[in-house]
Nanobody, 126 residues
Framework: VQLQASGGGLVQAGGSLRVSCAAS????????MAWFRQGPGKERDFVAG????????HYADSVKGRFTISRDDAKNTVYLQMNSLKPEDTAVYYC????????????????????WGKGTQVTVSS
């Protein structure tokens, strides 16, 4: 599975941005997907995940109510809609994929994922 993230950029606090991750090399509907992020001087943290089939979702507490993960299997793409952005959301955002079928809580663990894309930078100015 190859992953390509895009859509990052510079946005003011309170604004919105949508990042996308296009997958290739495997039937997209057979993979669970997630977004992680790594801020300056920080570890890589889980943001949101979505399972295949029923598309159950799971979010980090820090983004609940502000971010929405979704998938379009026809386009082999997963999206992360980010609203009410804060300066602390500034990070490189990475998408990840697994061919497994993790339980919902496991979506937040980086070890769950076999495939990772290169990140896309999101910068939120105050």
């Amino acid at each position: 599975v190859q992953l390509q993230a895009s859509g990052g950029g510079l946005v003011q606090a309170g604004g919105s941005l949508r990042v996308s991750c296009a997958a290739s090399g495997r039937t997209f509907s057979s993979v669970a997907m997630a977004w992680f992020r790594q801020g300056p001087g920080k570890e890589r943290d889980f943001v949101a995940g979505i399972r295949r089939r029923r598309s159950d979702t799971h979010y980090a507490d820090s983004v609940k109510g502000r971010f929405t993960i979704s998938r379009d299997d026809a386009k082999n793409t997963v999206y992360l809609q980010m609203n009410s952005l804060k300066p602390e959301d500034t990070a490189v955002y990475y998408c990840a994929a697994t061919l497994g079928y993790p339980i919902l809580s496991s979506l937040g663990r980086s070890i769950t994922y076999e495939y990772w894309g290169k990140g896309t930078q999101v910068t939120v100015s105050s």
